[in-house]
């Protein structure tokens, strides 16, 4: 049974710098996942951003799905 990913005590919204460092992931990755829209996310101007809490829950969507 999956378990809920540990409370991130960082900030609500995420850079692409920062969720690659909470995901483990190099920035690449991350441009990937967006590009193939697999990632929640929003842009601000020409910038990507993260909502934590629904990173946390894509996670958990994922863990379930394999």
Known sequence: ???EPKSYPGP???TVRELAGYLRVHQTT???LLREQKLPAFKVGADWRFNR???ERWMID???RS
């Open 53 to 55: 809490e629904e990173i």
């Open 1 to 3: 049974m999956p378990t």
């Open 12 to 14: 609500r919204v995420l």
């Open 30 to 32: 991350v441009y990937r």
């Open 62 to 64: 994922k863990q379930k």
